[in-house]
């Protein structure tokens, strides 16, 4: 079984709907991340997490919001979904201390707004 | 955040060895330095992390200059299936970024 886990994997949904794409992991990581791939571009941070009671602000944070339900689960929603945020999403957990650059990926979530 | 600069492209042959530099104007003191590779429709995979001077693992070396504003991540001898998108990354405050990376196409 995968470390990080999200779901769905695929999704296609319609403008305006509700989505939300979940994310656990069973690494004991304390710090969680959502992160947008658009085609062809590099990975934008959504929202990050240090903690459960923690929950911070990313490059491209308008549009969605997140939830830290526990240590090992991290959603991240989209209100009213709109065709532009049709893309790659991934989660990614990391431990504490100076090399929390080393990152673990869910295997990503696309999705698809028409 | 802070962000990274890196080429957009690189060739290489089979064999070849390939070393890709990374611009980190923002790091900050207490930021280490870590490459990913990333294949299509994947989530990126580590690949090597440093803090200063020259690391190396099974797979990769990575060199960082003494005042750790650009990082050269070598990869020794690849292959086809080295082919991937390679990601430069300086952890600012815990915050991780990624730049745009470079897309290395290794060629028979």
């Known amino acids: 079984d995968a470390d990080v886990t999200q779901t769905p994997r695929n999704r296609i949904t319609k403008t305006g709907k509700r989505i939300m794409l979940e994310c656990s992991q069973t690494?004991?990581?304390?710090?969680m991340y959502w992160y947008r791939q658009d085609p062809g571009l590099g990975l934008q941070l959504i929202y990050y997490?240090?903690?459960?009671?923690?929950?911070n602000k990313g490059e491209i944070s308008d549009g969605y919001s997140v939830s830290r339900q526990a240590q090992a689960k991290f959603s991240l929603s989209l209100e009213s979904a709109i065709p532009n945020q049709t893309a790659l999403y991934f989660c990614?957990?990391?431990?504490?201390?100076?090399?929390?650059?080393?990152?673990?990926f869910g295997e990503g979530s696309r999705l698809t707004v028409l | 955040l802070a962000k990274t600069t890196q080429p957009i492209s690189m060739d290489s042959y089979e064999g070849q060895e390939v070393n890709i530099t990374c611009s980190h104007n923002?790091?900050?003191?207490?930021?280490?330095i870590t490459w990913y590779q990333q294949f299509p429709s994947q989530g990126p995979r580590f690949i090597i992390q440093?803090?200063?001077t020259k690391v190396t693992n099974e797979v990769a070396s990575l060199f960082i200059p003494a005042d750790r504003k650009s990082s050269t991540l070598g990869l020794p001898r690849v292959s086809l299936s080295d082919t991937a998108v390679y990601y430069c990354?300086?952890?600012?405050?815990?915050?991780?970024?990624f730049g745009d990376g470079t897309t290395l196409t290794v060629k028979p």
């Open positions: 990614a957990t990391s431990g504490q201390g100076p090399n929390t650059g080393e990152l673990f």
């Open positions: 690494k004991g990581h304390d710090r």
């Open positions: 997490s240090f903690d459960v009671k923690d929950i």
């Open positions: 923002n790091i900050a003191t207490n930021d280490y």
């Open positions: 440093g803090y200063k």
């Open positions: 990354l300086d952890t600012n405050a815990g915050k991780s970024t």
